[in-house]
Each structure stands twice: as C-alpha cells, then as structure tokens.
C-alpha cells in the first residue's frame, strides 16, 4: 500500500474517531483513546511500540515499548510505558511483564487473545497494576471481521474499571488495519471508553490482534 493511501485513511479515521464522540455524546470525563501501533515481526521475537498513545480532549499522553519472545502460540513480553501530564508536568513510568495467548478457532476464521499484563510502579505517584485483556473476531466477510474486547486495570491504591463492548476491524493490508471499540465499565455504567487503534505490521508472519 502506498504511503499516501495510508495517510489517507489515517487522516479518515482521526476524522470518524471525533465524530462518533460527539454522536455517543461522550464528555470530556471520559476515554477517547487514539493508539497507532507499530509492530516488526521476526521468526522468533516480536517488538512493538505505541508512540502517541492519548486521548481526544485530553492533557496527557503515553508512550509504550513492548519486546516479546514467541512461544508456540503466545507471546512473552517485557513491557515499558511512560506517560506525562501536561497540567502538573507528572510523569508516570512503569515497567512489566505481559503474557498473551493467542488461539484460531472455527476453521481459522475466529481469533481469541488472552492476556495478562502486570506492572510495576517506578515512581512515587506510578501505582502498581494488573491488566487483564479479552479479544476476540470473526471474519464476517473478506477483510471485514467483527468481535468483542474486555478491558479491565486494578490499581492498588486506585478503583478499578471494567470496559466491555463490540469493536469492528478492517484489514486495509497485510501491513496496515485499523479497529474501533466502544465498550461500558461494567463497574460503572456511566462511564464508557472509545478506542481506535491503527497498526502498522512490517514482516508480519502470522496473525496476532492484540
């Protein structure tokens, strides 16, 4: 796919992210993630990073840097995140680990990732945290697949959220797709989360959602 093309698209999907906050009608208290993906596939690593990882109408912005090691299905990943408010200049820096388990299903057209993902706090105001993720889609036509995601953090010193609901994905590429997720915290029902996410594979092998 050529770059321009992908500029293209990349541009639409900032423009259809704003839209459907306001067609939602989702305040400012709430998530509107925008997380573009950059993955590089080797026969037995994977790297991952997520350079702009922030939210629509908000003052913060984080950083991720993954290092996985395959093994057989699942992946093992080191993982670093580093994230700056803009108000109070506070930076959150946390180091981890996070386990995924990644599984085809009904004649290859349904994929199922597991994962696992705990953190440790390296700074005073960075909490300890646990993450466990469910994704799951089914290819309902060509590139176009549709499934769940469950999303759920469990801070130590914070109250917990829970977000579960629908997402769409579609394969512009072998090399480029994009996914929209919209779920509600199961724990509160007011709140709800709005995620699009592009990622961009290079050298990709086989296929992995997460």
């Given at each position: 796919?050529?770059?321009?093309?992908?500029?293209?698209?990349?541009?639409?999907?900032?423009?259809?992210?704003?839209?459907?906050?306001?067609?939602?009608?989702?305040?400012?208290?709430?998530?509107?993630?925008?997380?573009?993906?950059?993955?590089?596939?080797?026969?037995?690593?994977?790297?991952?990073?997520?350079?702009?990882?922030?939210?629509?109408?908000?003052?913060?912005?984080r950083?991720?840097?993954?290092?996985?090691?395959?093994i057989?299905?699942?992946?093992?990943?080191?993982?670093?995140?580093?994230?700056?408010?803009?108000?109070?200049?506070?930076?959150?820096?946390?180091?981890?680990?996070?386990?995924?388990?990644?599984?085809?299903?009904?004649?290859?057209?349904?994929?199922?990732?597991?994962?696992i993902?705990?953190?440790?706090?390296?700074?005073?105001?960075?909490?300890?945290?646990?993450?466990?993720?469910?994704?799951?889609?089914?290819?309902?036509?060509?590139?176009?697949?549709?499934?769940?995601?469950?999303?759920?953090?469990?801070?130590?010193?914070?109250?917990?959220?829970?977000?579960?609901?629908?997402l769409?994905?579609y394969?512009?590429?072998?090399?480029?797709?994009?996914?929209?997720h919209?779920?509600?915290?199961?724990?509160?029902?007011?709140?709800?989360?709005?995620?699009?996410?592009?990622?961009?594979?290079?050298?990709?092998?086989?296929?992995?959602?997460?």
């Amino acid at each position: 796919m050529r770059i321009k093309n992908i500029s293209t698209i990349f541009i639409l999907c900032c423009l259809a992210q704003r839209g459907a906050c306001q067609f939602f009608e989702i305040d400012r208290s709430d998530w509107k993630l925008f997380s573009p993906e950059i993955r590089l596939n080797t026969p037995g690593f994977q790297f991952r990073s997520r350079p702009t990882h922030f939210g629509i109408n908000s003052n913060s912005s984080r950083s991720d840097i993954m290092l996985g090691k395959k093994i057989n299905r699942s992946i093992l990943f080191i993982y670093g995140k580093y994230a700056f408010d803009f108000d109070d200049s506070k930076q959150k820096i946390h180091l981890g680990a996070r386990f995924d388990l990644n599984r085809k299903i009904w004649s290859g057209r349904s994929f199922l990732n597991l994962q696992i993902r705990m953190f440790k706090g390296l700074n005073s105001i960075s909490p300890n945290q646990l993450y466990l993720v469910q994704y799951f889609d089914y290819n309902l036509y060509k590139k176009l697949e549709i499934g769940f995601l469950g999303y759920t953090q469990i801070n130590l010193n914070k109250n917990a959220w829970s977000y579960f609901g629908p997402l769409v994905k579609y394969d512009f590429s072998k090399k480029f797709n994009t996914f929209i997720h919209l779920g509600n915290d199961v724990l509160n029902s007011e709140n709800w989360f709005l995620l699009i996410r592009h990622n961009f594979l290079f050298n990709a092998n086989y296929k992995d959602e997460s």
